[in-house]
């Protein structure tokens, strides 16, 4: 094996750049990106390998865990799945992020590369592209596990950013690819920005955030794209995310219209943050009680 070490100071705060440089400078058949502060667990290259090539596949998905111990159960895939995955009823929008080993040209999806300049998703466009590029994918979830490190002190996936570039990754979503997919794919893409980005960021921020113009702008322009994307992403979402999602395109700035629906959601009841408005909605794959229920089936810790 030979080990390089590459320097990059292109000035730009993202990490689509490292990135970017590391995936320009490989030459091999297959790769694997390690974020800062993340490492593999003993083995896990190695076991990942024979995976991929014993079942011919395009990629091994790598179960994820944190550094003291819990598993992150992503993607969402059905019990006892471990090849021959869908995208939309193995949840794979859940897992944009690139761990484990993937080939290094895949048919459908292009060059592999990251988008330039973002200073968070830079990984979502590429994530999705590849999961619903019609790829053979693997994902052993009892084997060798990708870790995320606790080391670091400041993350940039934890730093709260301006609205309007946390939402940058999906507004650049290649409107093109998008319509080439189906109605039922584009929702399930729809269903999991909603509740991991949009509703995830209001959350984060809360009713005492400052909902000023810009920001509330950023939050319409988010639900906004979603709606074009697939308007029937929220027949899948809870009552009470419907609800704020539905608050969040009618507010209007400084009114306390949007925080008190910011406040109702935090403070809605169990039956609301579980069920849909409506109950054959519930059986929905993209549904919060479908996904629950998946999870209680995980038995990993």
Not at 67 to 80: F, H, L, V
Not at 235 to 241: F, G
Not at 254 to 274: M, Q
Request: net charge positive; aromatic share 6%; hydrophobic share 40%.
């Amino acid at each position: 094996m030979n080990l390089r070490f590459l320097h990059l100071n292109d000035g730009i705060p993202s990490p689509a750049g490292p990135k970017n440089a590391g995936l320009d400078a490989a030459t091999g058949t297959y790769m694997c990106m390690l974020d800062s502060d993340d490492y593999l667990e003993p083995g896990a290259l190695g076991w990942w390998y024979q995976q991929i090539t014993a079942e011919q596949a395009d990629a091994v998905i790598a179960p994820v865990r944190h550094e003291a111990g819990g598993i992150i159960k992503t993607p969402r895939a059905r019990p006892c799945r471990v090849r021959d995955l869908d995208p939309v009823k193995d949840g794979l929008a859940y897992a944009t992020s690139m761990r484990g080993l993937w080939k290094s040209s895949i048919d459908g999806v292009g060059d592999v590369r990251y988008v330039p300049g973002l200073s968070t998703g830079e990984d979502l466009a590429l994530g999705l592209q590849m999961y619903f590029s019609g790829a053979k994918f693997l994902f052993p979830k009892n084997g060798p596990a990708y870790v995320l490190g606790n080391s670091a002190e400041d993350r940039v996936t934890d730093r709260l950013l301006p609205l309007n570039d946390e939402f940058r990754a999906m507004a650049v979503l290649p409107e093109e690819w998008l319509q080439n997919l189906s109605v039922r794919q584009r929702k399930s893409i729809a269903s999991k920005i909603a509740r991991t980005s949009l509703i995830g960021a209001i959350r984060r921020r809360g009713p005492e955030h400052d909902w000023a113009c810009k920001e509330l702008a950023a939050v319409q322009a988010a639900a906004g794209i979603l709606e074009g994307m697939a308007p029937a992403y929220r027949r899948a979402m809870t009552a009470c995310d419907s609800k704020l999602l539905e608050s969040s395109l009618t507010a209007s700035e400084g009114s306390e219209f949007f925080r008190n629906a910011i406040k109702n959601h935090r403070d809605a009841n169990l039956v609301s943050k579980i069920f849909t408005r409506k109950l054959q909605h519930n059986l929905d794959v993209d549904s919060q009680l479908r996904q629950l229920l998946r999870a209680a089936l995980d038995r990993r810790s």
